[in-house]
């Protein structure tokens, strides 16, 4: 059973950083692109960025160059490195082998950043 553990979130300030972890257990990691998504407040959840087993990313622009997707296929963990924080951030963070369309989601992490 494919299992995503997220964790990291919290409240930070306007400008502040944080730094998601996602446990994956249940399959061969690396060979899936794994990627975050988040989900604002009463809006639906959206691709933030993902990352290939070899490490290539991409990155949806409104958080390109402030996010950093990043992996460790030894640990079967996936990363979220988010600087300087704005409150369009504030979300329902999720991570998830990319191609699994029908995977059940995790329970998030929130993130919530005040002004």
């Known amino acids: 059973q494919v299992q995503m553990v997220e964790s990291g979130g919290g409240l930070v300030q306007t400008g502040g950083s944080l730094t998601l972890s996602c446990e994956v257990s249940?399959?061969?990691?690396?060979?899936?692109?794994m990627a975050w998504y988040r989900q604002p407040p009463g809006k639906q959840r959206e691709l933030v960025a993902d990352?290939?087993?070899?490490?290539?990313?991409n990155y949806v622009d409104s958080v390109r160059g402030r996010f950093t997707i990043s992996r460790d296929n030894a640990k079967n963990m996936v990363y979220l490195q988010m600087n300087n924080l704005g409150p369009d951030d504030t979300a329902v963070y999720y991570c998830?082998?990319?191609?699994?369309?029908?995977?059940?989601w995790g329970q998030g992490t929130q993130v919530t950043v005040s002004s």
């Open positions: 990352i290939t087993g070899r490490g290539k990313t």
């Open positions: 998830k082998p990319r191609d699994l369309l029908n995977l059940p």
């Open positions: 249940g399959l061969i990691f690396s060979i899936y692109v």
